[in-house]
Every structure is written in C-alpha cells, then in structure tokens.
C-alpha cells in the first residue's frame, strides 16, 4: 500500500499512525515495577516446538515464517529467550512440527550433546529432528553472557525462515536485586533490553511455503538476497515501539522499546541474528562494550557510538545518559530549583543559549513533548505530537543503514526502535 | 605458440638469474595461468591462477597445474628477503603485490579520455608471455596474501591470490606473548561469480553484455579453494589440548564470518599485526582482503564444523554447501592408549562375570564335580578381581589425563 | 604546500558572526547552513540531482534563503570545531528548487554527539525541524573531540541517499596545551596537533583529512528529479564515492570546477587527496555515511594504526592502549575511526586508499574508479 502523492511515495501512513495509537490504548506503556527485565524463558528445562505460522507486516503483506516456540504456546519469531544460569545443566526439547527435518545450535557453547531416538537423523551441523520427531540438546554453560541459537539444518534457509532467537546465560551468582550481565562489577546493570536484529527477503519465504526449500534449487535467492523487511526482536518499526505481548502479534511477542531514568546504567544486549551486518545506532549518548560474544571484556572496553553487529555475534554494551555538559539545564530548572537526582549541577538553571523558531516555521515530531525540557510537556498545534506521554527524551535507535528503515519500500519502518529517557519518578516495567 | 613465450621468459631470466646466484628458499617460481574447475555441481569455471614452476627457471611450460589459491609461500623464520620470479601466461598484464609487506611499489597509471590519470596497476606489470621478479627485502612474519596488483576488480577475482606466512620463530607465529602452537592450518575464503569468469574467458568483459565488475553476485564459496560438498576432507588440527594456530584469509569481495561450532578461538592477530587483546571468541569477523590468526586448543575429540555465518552455505543456490568446514581434532596416542586399555580391561570384566556366573551353575552332585566347579570359581573369581583392579587403574589414569588437558 | 578548501568551515572566519547567539563569548562558533537541493557531476561525467547543505557562514543571515538556491554541495560542508567551543548552528530550509511539489523540512543530525538531548538533535520524530522559509538554530557544547558527522534526518533514508551528509570533527584541547608541555614522555610544543587528548602524544599528527565514504544510487536520485516513485527497496548503489567523489576525481586537488546545471556553483569543494613528506604523520578521520551497506578501506603500502573510533580514544579505562595496527578498517554507515598512517621510511612515492570491497571500483559500470583515492608521499 504505497500512497503516491506528487510521485513520492507518502511515507508517514496511515498504518504507522495506527500502530502508534493503538500503543498509547493499550495502556500497557508505562506499569509499576522499577526495572525492565528481558521477556523470554527462564530455567534449564526448555521445551520448544518448530512449526509454520504467518505473520502480518505492517504494509499488509503476510509472510509465512518458520520459528521456535514453547511448546505450550504459539510459534514466535524471533523463538522463545532463553534465560539459563551459568553452570546449570541445561536441555532444551525440540518437537520437529515443520514439514521438513530441523535443528539446533548454539555457538559459545562446548560439549553439546545431543539426544534422540526415532524420528531424528544425523544432519550436517547437528543431530536433527525429523518432522514429527523430537531431539533434545544438553550443555553447561560455562561461562555468563549474551549468545543465540538457530537452526542448524541449511542454515541459510531455515535462518531467514525464523528459525533462531537469544539465549542469555546469567553469572552464577545472580543476584537479581543487583543485576550483573557478568561476574565483574563493571557489568552491573539497572535496566536490562535485548535487540535482536535480523532480515527477510519475503521471496524466500513464498518459496518455501509453496515449494519447500527444494524450491530454492534452481533460483538465485540465497546469493542474490534481497531483504524487504528489517526486524527488532522480530518486529519491524514502527511495532517495535509497542509492548511485549500484544494480543494482534501472536507470533511476534516481544517489543523493543527501551527505557530508563537519567544516570541509570542500561544494558543492552545486541545479537546479529540475521545474515548481514547492521550498525545499531544509539542516538543520545556512547555506549560502552563490555563483551563480545559472551567473553568478558572490561579490561579492554571501549566506547562506541555505534554498534556493529555482525551475523552470528553478540555484543554487551551499557549506555547512561544524564545530558552532563550540556551547557544549558536539561530540564530547563530556574537557578533556584532543587537539583533533580545525579543532575550534572554546573549547568544547573543555565538557559538554552538560543531563541528557538516561531512555531509556523517548525515541524513537530510525534513524540515531542511540546519543550525541549526533560519532564516538561506543552501544548503543540492541534493533530501534532502527543505521543509522549512523560515528557520523556525519545531517542531512536536504529540501523544506520538508513535503507533498512523501510518496510518493502514504505518508510519508515525496518530496524528501529526509539530509547526513553523517563523523568525520574516515572515507573518503567 | 609458445616459443615466444620462451624467448621473452629467457631474455630476462638472464638479467634476473645474475642477480641471484643461487636459488635461496626465498626465491620462488611462479606462473601466472588460466585453468578450469569443476564446481560440486559439475559448473566449470574458467579461473586464473598461479602454479609453482617444477624446474624453477621459467623456462618451459612443463604443464604444471595452477590452482587458486596459489601454492603457500612459506618464508623461514629469520629470513628477511623474499624474491617471487614470475611467468605471466595470462591473456592480460598482471602483477604481484603482497598489502602488509613494504616494498617499492612503481603504479602504472593511464591518462582517461578527461585528461585525468588513474591507476591500472598497483605496481609495475609483467605482459603477457614475459617475466619479472617482485622483491621484498624486509618481509614481516604473519598471515598475508600474494595477490594480482593490477585492475584488481577483475584479477582478485579471477583467482589470482594465495598465502604468503612467516613465523616469528619456529613454532610461534607472533612474539610473546604469543604462545607457541603444535598444529597449523589455514582457512582461506574465496568466492566466484561465475558470470564474470564467463564473461573474461568469453572475451565479453567490458563490452555492454558485460560492462563491469559492479553487479558482482557470487554463487560460490570456497575454502582452500573449493566449496563444501560431500567428501570434502577435514582440517586437521592435531589432537585434544594441543593447540594449533589457524590462519584465516578472505581473498573475497565481500565479509564473512566464520563461526566454529562448540568450540572457541583465541583471535591474535589482524594483518599480520598482533592484537593489543586477545579475545576469545567462537566466530571471526572477517572482511575482504583481511587476514585474521587465531590459536584454538580443542577440549573435545572429533570434528567441528566452522561454517560461515554470513550464510555463503550454498553452490550455486543448492543446498549443503559454500564456506563450511570441519576442524578435526584427534584424540592424543597417549589417552587414546588409555583408553584402549580401559576398554580391553572392560571387556575383561564382562567375560570374567560371565565365567563365574556360569561357573556358579555348575553341578555340584559329586565331589569331582565339587572340586572342578571350586577351581572354576576360584580361577574366574581371581581373574575378575584382576580385572576389575586394572580397570580401575585405567579409570583413574583417565581421568587424570583429563584433567591434565584441561588445566 | 598549501590547501584552500572552500567547504571547510574554518573556525577564524567564522567566529565573527555571533548572530542569533545569547551570550556569545569568543569561543563561539557560528555556522550557517542552506538546507536544499542541487547537482554535482560523478566521476564518469553523469550528472547527479542532490539534496544538501551549503555553506554560508559569512553571508549575514537575511541572503542565505537566495544564496542557498540550488547550493547543496557533495558532501555536505565540512564542520570544524575546538574541544571547549559554543557552536551555534542555523540551518536555514531554501526549499528544492527543483521540486516545488516537495516540502520537506530539514535538521541537523551531529551524529554521536555524547549526551544529546532530542531538542538539538535533529531527529524529527522525537522533536523538531524546520519547514520551507524557515531557520532553526542549533546549540552544540563542544566537550568531546573526535571523529563525527552529521546529516539530515528528516526522511532519513531519501534525504541522506539524496546527499544531506557532511564532515565533522573536533579537535582535543590538548593542541592548546603551553609550549613545552610534557606529555607523559613526550614533549608538546605550539602548534602540535593530536587525534585525542591522550596525555602522552600516541595520537600526534602532521596533517588530517576528512575521509567520508558514501555510495549513490543514481537511479533513485533520478526518480527524485524527475518526481517518480522512489524505489526503496530496489535501492543498490552504483556510485562508490570518497567526500563525494569517484577515483580519479578523489584524488583532484582542491574543488571540482562549477557545474551549469546549478548555476555556475561550486559544489564538489572536498579533494582526498592525500598528502605528506616523508616522515610526517596522517590522521585519516575516516567516516561512513552511506545508506546501504558496508565498505572496508584499505591503504595499499602503509599501515594504519587505528587510535580512535567514533569519537572516542581506543583505550580502557585501565589505561591500556587498544590501539591496533592493520591494513584496513571496515564501517557501516553511522561509524567513525581515526587513523595514523606513519609514513617514516615509507618511500616517496604514490599509494593507494581502496576499498576491498573490489567491485566497488566502479563509476557506475567504468572501471579504475570508485571507491579509491591516492596518497602522495614527498620527499624531505
Ligand atoms: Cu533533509
Ligand atoms: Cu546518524
């Protein structure tokens, strides 16, 4: 559905605005609790089923994705997080409901053993379930940290069918009153987000759906591979911005809207799950690399102020923002205000040093508060802003290869999200 | 037809024989020359490669197969010169030049229909039928590729690449802290884009059926110069708790990411330039033209598959394919011996529980049966508790070699 | 050796238009930017449509809505600053002359800038932009040096495929540090100049250039001059480019010549050119800012040692260097690096900057093009 004004496609749709909406009635955007933990599976026992579902982009096409699920529970891509503690025996149950044979791998991870009796086959990369059957999949996870899983059956097909999601291993001596990503003090941790990121070239997908993989032989798809839609956690923008769990994305649980308040440390845990390399863009502020593909690196951080996330690899990175050094008070204080928490005090009650434009000459953004202020919302022209509800800082994180910003040529969409920084006092769940 | 490739090769093999007396290891002969392989699916590719001279003058072409990559040119340790004497039996101007290796490198430039001069050749050509030497005087130790200098969009990817390795000391690739290794192998990426190989061996390329390299695609992915299929033999690393270095290459056009599956990589060194961290990690980010090195200390027997996870998994779009390998690591004779004998003596164990069992059953009616049966169950009784004590021998030395490999 | 560089915004011309300003002090830098369109010429001759910023921080501020009429010069002016400056930013939205069916706003994405608030950081969703006629002033307090850059992020992926991208970097105060100075063992005199503030002059340089990979997809940029639809997800760039320009016109000292199509405008000011003498020092504050893929850079006979990526010293917090040598770096849009290209003992001579990525040597379909761009070593 491309809207064609003057030749040019319109690129705010109607659907976007929709989607934005429908967030806001849900009501789910801001809850009770103080901290923001990552949605998945938590234990050692995993019981996951691979079967066939379709999921509905937001420019309407449907496509028929292949992905992992609880058992008990819908088909979901990105699959299930799963959340296991470091040294803890772990297995994970695989029913095979896909009509062709399946599988799972789990880089970072040594001595895998894989269990099956009928219905499984020895596949390249990995005991495999065939359809119908059941494998099942041990490790000890040695060592803390943010990994992934995915099919090890023709990995380049099965992967861009959805077969893949996180696994995040917890230190074993987690404490979840004061989270750490490792068993290492720089790690600590006051909000937790996972981006998932990965891509689909729908052809692929209309393929296998009426073909099976077979029908890839004689086509140039898997070397000339063109994806349409760029995902978050398996979603694309603008759904990214909505909740965990929303009951019209059945197989898309998980949202990847970021938030925290002012000097927080927030953990994010970016995972390459597609095929290309994405650079994830963190507008706001420099985050700072704590480790690569689950090994530990705090001794040799480094800050960034993007993120590279090549297939197959994890990076741990914390982000803080507290708008320091601004040269002018962030949330717009008289000199005699108190000082709101960890406030960077020298520019406390400074003015912004410049006259902003006359409103006619401006255009607003949806989620512009009306003020350039932390906390502060003001009235804007009738039928602009109103998406921000705190009068948060919104800052859209994003793939900065702006073409994935796209879904099948509507824009914006694809790969990205947006982080908030809340004022303090404002619960983030 | 190729005698005046021999008197063009003569002539300057004769300035070039003067200057080196003897052929040091450092010298080493090349051709430059076009030849076909057969992809897994039975696809032949027209490819230009290097093959090493057999007689090492230059002089004849005694039909010595090329390949692509080229033959590994190995420089001693200590060794500082390094002199490629080349044969160019290629339709077009070609060059050597190895990027990370300092030398004089002398462009070729041309002036453009504008007026403005740009760069064919990297550094100075040797023509088609002629010869030429390329001299390093203060090669480097690491991991680097020998590769065509010249209108490199399409040489690269023709084939013409291979490895160039130094060690830094026998057994050791960097200086310290760089450990010493036991096993060494390499992992070198390539791709090819059949349509253009069609179109340079058709005589097509440049033309409008064929106009550049820009819409690259390739359809296969190769390691060590051939894509996955069945039958593909394994790299060896050596055996559990060894550690090997690998040297990974991309002679390719575009990043790749090997990824090993169960185990990790200790990653070393970029370019031949040793890293400021070492970094544990199960995949290699690795871009084209980049040379990575990394030391892995296999912890499990068997065989692991490094597969790229940019997903080059396929020939030509068929399944089971592209940049997959596996790393095998063996068993070391010492635990493998241990493990024999823990076997033999299990075995031993099972046969003399039998005998007693039976033993046990025998009549017992008349006092010959009676002793017969006593000596039975005396004998087997006797072998078991031998048995079963040098079983537990093997168990235990077992698992203290376990646990020697793993500290 | 002398360089004129019409696009650089040099910080002394500059700094005497305090216009909108409150509170100026002397360290305050001003910069007035047009937002617009206009074309530049590809290395194979092909003219391209382009969206843009132009320069014109000595224009006062009432002539830049005229001046900036069909002005965008490719890339984007190059934006200089001093760690500890004010800058004032006013970007002034001329409208696209050669589509009046187009209103689009503009902004100004100083891309990584640390601790950003949405008000001055250019995302119109999260805030504000500026509409046709109108201009909008920017505050940047400069605290951190470094490699940025900046762009448009109005319709992000149609106005910086169009060509809204620009350099930007800021250097350390540790250049101002008094003659004699010591430097952990190293000793600072007037004049020096470093990557960073790194307290022991590891990041010490002679000469600097901006390097700013892009890539064009010229049909998009045709669809948009000639009002079709814009071909998103076709979208495969064609036109390799270094600060906007294809070998051999990267290595083309200064601008490129005028182009009728704009008017008789200068609109191509920023040679890679890369010179020295032998002995001397190369930062390369190399970004990447095109919108569809990864390029890796390759410098052919000298080897660089990477001392900063986006906008930040390569060190821990411990202190331990991690600094790297290597023969190539590899960034996605939105990534920066510094690079020191050491060039004692390197022999004079010409080399080559390249991408790997080799069928990226290419104007378009022209080969010996692209992606590439030389280094000139003098001798002493
Ligand atoms: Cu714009
Ligand atoms: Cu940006």
Known sequence: ?429 | MKTPKRIAAFAILLATASASSSFAQTDVFLVAKEFTQTMPDGVQIVMWGYALDADGDLLTDDGEAASSPGPQIVVPPGEALLRIHIRNDLPADTSLIIPGQTTTLSPVMFTDASGRERVSSFTTVVAPGATATYTWNDVRNGSFMYQSGTHVAVQIQMGLFGSMTKEFEPGRAYRQPTPFHVGEASVFYSEIDPDLHAAVAGGTYGTPAYPNTLDYRPRYFLVNGEPFSAGVADISLGAVGESSLVRFFNAGLETHVPTALGMDMLIVAEDGNLLPTNRSSYSVFLPAGKTKDVLIQPEMPGRHALVDRSMALSNNNGPDGGMLVFLSADIPQELSEAQNKLDTWSKRVFKAKAKLTIAFAMPEATPAEQRAKARAVETWRSRLETARSRLSRAMNRLVQMQEDLDS | MSRTNKSVLSVALVACFLGLAIGSRADDVVVRLSGGDGYMKLADGRILYIFSFADFSNLPPEEVMSAGLLAASAPAPTIIADEGDRVFLHLTNVGMVMRPDLFDPHSVHWHGFPNAAPIFDGLPDTSISINMGGTLSYFYNVVEPGTYMYHCHVEATEHMQMGMLGNLYVRPAQNKSPDGTLLGGFVHHTGFKYAYNDGDGSTFYDVEFPIQIGSFDAAFHDASESTQPLPFALMRDDYPLLNGRGYPDTAVPGALPALAENGGKVSQGVSSLIEATQGEKILLRISNLNVTRFYTLASLGIPMKVVGQDARLLRAPSGLNLYRTTNSVTLGGGESKDAILDTSGVQPGRYFLYTTNLNYLSNGTEDFGGMMTEIIIHAQ
């Open chain 1, 1 to 429: 559905m491309n809207f064609e004004t003057d030749g040019k496609i319109m690129k705010h749709s109607a659907r976007f605005v929709f989607r934005i909406a429908a967030l806001l009635a849900t009501g789910l955007y801001a809850g009770r609790a103080t901290r923001a933990d990552i949605n998945g599976l938590e234990g050692s026992d995993f019981r996951l089923t691979a079967s066939a579902g379709t999921i509905v982009m937001p420019d309407g096409l449907s496509v028929h994705v292949w992905g992992f699920g609880p058992t008990d529970g819908n088909m979901q891509y990105p699959g299930p997080t799963l959340i296991t503690t470091q040294g803890q025996l772990t297995q994970i149950t695989l029913l095979n409901e896909l009509p062709e044979p399946t599988s799972m791998v789990f880089p970072g991870m040594v001595n895998v053993v894989a269990d099956g009796g009928v219905g499984t086959q020895q596949g390249l990369l990995a005991l495999e379930a065939l359809p119908g059957g059941t494998v099942s999949y041990s490790f000890t996870p040695r060592q803390p940290g943010t990994y992934l899983y995915y099919s090890g059956t023709r990995p380049d097909v099965q992967v861009e069918m959805g077969l893949l999601g996180a696994l995040i291993v917890r230190p074993m001596d987690f404490d979840p009153l004061a989270p750490r990503a490792y068993q290492d003090n720089e790690t600590a941790y006051d909000q937790e987000y996972l981006f998932l990121l990965s891509e689909m070239d729908p052809r692929i997908h209309e393929v296998v759906l009426r073909l099976g993989s077979a029908g890839l032989d004689g086509l140039d798809y898997l070397t000339d591979h063109q994806p349409q839609y760029w995902f978050i956690n398996g979603r694309v923008g603008p759904d990214t911005f909505l909740p965990n769990n929303v009951p019209w994305l059945k197989h898309q649980p998980y949202g990847a809207m970021a938030r925290t308040h002012p000097g927080e440390r927030m953990l994010m845990r970016v995972v390459g799950g597609g095929r290309d390399v994405h650079p994830f863009h963190h507008h706001g502020n420099h985050a700072r690399v704590i480790a690569k593909n689950g090994r530990l690196g705090t001794s040799a951080s480094y800050e960034v102020f993007t993120i590279q996330t090549a297939p197959g690899e994890t990076i741990d990175a914390i982000w803080t923002w507290t708008g320091q050094r601004l040269g002018w008070d962030a949330y717009g204080h008289a000199p005699g205000d108190p000082l709101e928490p960890g406030e960077y005090a020298p520019d406390h009650g400074k003015p912004i040093p410049v006259n902003l434009t006359e409103l006619q000459d401006l255009a607003f953004g949806g989620f512009y508060s009306g003020d350039p202020f932390l906390g502060s919302l003001k009235s804007l022209p009738p039928g602009e802003g109103g998406l921000n509800q705190n009068g948060g800082f919104h800052f859209m994180w994003h793939s900065h290869t702006e073409k994935e910003l796209v879904n099948n040529d509507i824009a914006p969409g694809g790969m990205m999200t947006m982080c908030i920084v809340e004022p303090h006092g404002v619960p983030i769940d």
